[in-house]
């Protein structure tokens, strides 16, 4: 038997899970997990079900959710495809290498398709896991050039998700407002909303936190203020200097991208205005 | 409005959700927070629904959501009654301070109505936050009448839950199986199942691990080996010896016990066989 | 044979420890824990040792070590009496609690000679554990007047330190100024510089974070910005609203404070401009 | 100026950091960073000490020292050699990925010069990084001849240190005696000691734990018992099946083994006893 993810979306109000749950049984589809919440301060309900059954009406069954639940509910149930990365980077190799890493040894549940570079370094490691590597140098092109570019190489894979392992170049409106949100994931460098901005881990040094971390969020227009989906943290002390700092960081910075990524694939994460809900 | 917690516990079957959530949306009760788990290996059902309406007919609700479940469904909407803690202890004040401050403060959700000591040392303390102390001394009575005077002592209180606060005594079959599972709660002084029996902090030491923790657990008769509900660690060196690591110890010890009884008392623990559900 | 502890902190220079060490030999101190730290960017040199022997000669030896370190050095060895600490509080228990009881059951390495606050709500507390407690309300003066009289207060019980637990008041530069850098020790509620400022567990919530934590400081006339001691955090997710927040920030906050004061107390923590050197 | 580390191991006396940093303040070594323990129940001495200076006549340096400390001490001054290692692997692809992905982004401080499998899964990794791999498996040869095969496939290879990234397969008293204590490092899937042996996710899930681990160690002839260099926890929880478990367990043991290695590189780590010292 088929299994897939049924997601729900709306204004909060009565009954709603009974609606759901009572429509799924009504098609013989065994509800095996599902989360629920909702929110005081807006009033949303969100809910994830993993479902268990034929799926051969699984338009008719969307339909009829709907129709029982209120004006603007989202309702959608996984096609079952396999989801398709294409992953952003300039000079670091850790979080790419993370994630070819996990992609090569089937702990990642989707395809590495395409990875885009700002600069040449990461194009070896690409290419020894056979994932094509395309280089749009920001020397090569006017900035917004460069970006345009970097959107078509994006587009023409048709990724799910694009995935921002530290790309260290700040994304125009433009290019942002051309994704729909939620498909676009960064890496930050820092426990957020501590050290926004660049050098992150120069700044935790010069201000002497006891703890650095690292921090997955989607993108928005406002710069490392997207809704956040991981973080993590590892203790320091006075030992570490900006560079001991970074390196350490980084062992950080590749698992909390690896967890939000993984988490994202398993539909588990709803945005929720600037926050979001992690099943 | 009133709020109330409905457990459910039941073989695994389809549709049980959308049974449950129906019978509650017809006496319009609102679900204001569900969590849901099966089992895999041996289909168990369990579900803590958070509701929120008119519960005068509680019992006729129960009824009827019990008779639209398996064979053997265990239903219960708590009676909002404020919950009873017995504590018993031995010599350590840690984790006995740790409840008394919580329960002075108005941060744990019950009230602690005595503390039973097999030595004095305790007494003033438990005093000095007005809880009745009643002692029965190790070396006054021979063991099993002691256990009796104890048993007697807690039963004397109504307690809903016994917590044995470093309680240093290891308790017989007789005494164990005179409380229902799920009653007694007990900290035990390391990340179980390492270091297993007395003196955890000595044998941490002696294998120089990097990690020590403690375990927060129902009590059974197999010593040490009750569902666990809770644990948490801390990292430690090769500079603690058995008495440094035993002090780094009781902070984790009072923090996991803590935790561990706030979560018994929003009903968010099912025990599953040895092991436990916890939402 | 008594132990001591020998604090040094001068520039950083060829040769230091040999020459203090020496000097230690020399007088046959032992020395049975050393750490040392020397800063790359502006090159101070810290060091703390713990020594065992007769120290009937203790200023001698003081003086022959600075006199063989670089002009400014700060050399001091601990007179072994035992630490006193002034609490200032407001309304909320816990991180108060927590002192209280470590000293109560021994685990403080220092008497709690005098509880301030300015509301009445912690005098009960304070004295069940036979620690005066003095009370200069927000309402009752002006807010200059109010703060002379803690002030006032404060010295007149002499203390080695002053623990702001919770102490609700932003001090002013004059109150700040008034004691020596190292003598005020804040617990601010929030893993800094996150969040700084007032109702963090708020922003927190709004930010939608999934760690939050709390930060043990030093005072300084920079609110919130004074050289941290110690941090900790705590995982959280979306069904945490600010109370619930806070209620789970509060655990940290308390472990977070003791931590730092309890380093403070073992003389392991050096200032090094807006940092601090922790051993 | 060049760096060395000196790393001093002998029974506890009185004065010996005075002789040792006495003896580099005359032959013009800058002690830049320098850690010390000693131990209470056994009195052994050990030091690491960070030197700049002039290391030309080293040799005699070391003789100095040595003549200065009591009988029997160990004394070493790194040659500033790159290290090699040998990784010993079966199937899962996790610990030796992290490992290359480290040495090939420039982050791990050695070379890994070999790759050796009991199963040709991960031959195309290692040669994706141009490692040589060499498989010996365990189907073609009998035990002891195979084991044979793969201590000369080390000893060819004359490396520093053999890291065990999940080879499955128990290594005999007469290979483990083959090479000094401090040589072979194993990382163990499992928080040691709980858990020992074979299938430890599987265990962890029969037994309900809310927090798995791993555990980086030294290899003894006691399986499991050697000294432990690093260990490392998440938290779980009754979701998890044993798939999920090790699924997130492989995580921690790539960091906890990744700490451990680097700490070893950094001559961090003494052996003391069947426990370690890690600087």
Known sequence: ????????ECADATGLIAKITDTCFNHRLNVIRQDQFASHEDAKFFMRSVLEGDF??????????????PEGARVSLDDGHRRRLCVLVTREAHCLGELLMKAYSGALNADIVKVIGNHEDLRALSEKFNVPFEC?????????????KVMEAIDACSPDYVILAKYMRILSPKFIRHYPLGKLINIHHSFLP?????????????RGVKIIGATAHFVTDNLD?????E??????????DPDTLA??????????????????????VFIHGNKTVVF
Chains 1, 2, 3, 4 share one sequence.
């Open 1 to 8: 038997m088929e299994k897939r993810i049924l997601l729900t």
């Open 56 to 69: 051969s009406e699984s338009e008719k069954i969307i339909a009829e959710i709907r129709s029982r639940l």
């Open 136 to 148: 749009y140098e920001n020397a090569d092109y006017p900035r917004e050039e460069q970006e345009v």
């Open 194 to 206: 501590a050290f926004m901005g660049a050098k992150p881990y120069y700044q935790a040094f010069t």
């Open 225 to 229: 203020e997207g809704p956040i989906i």
């Open 231 to 240: 973080q993590d943290v590892i203790k320091v002390n006075h030992r570490y």
């Open 247 to 268: 390196k350490a960081g980084h062992d950080v910075e590749q698992m909390v991208l690896l967890r939000a990524v993984n988490k994202v694939l398993d539909d588990k």
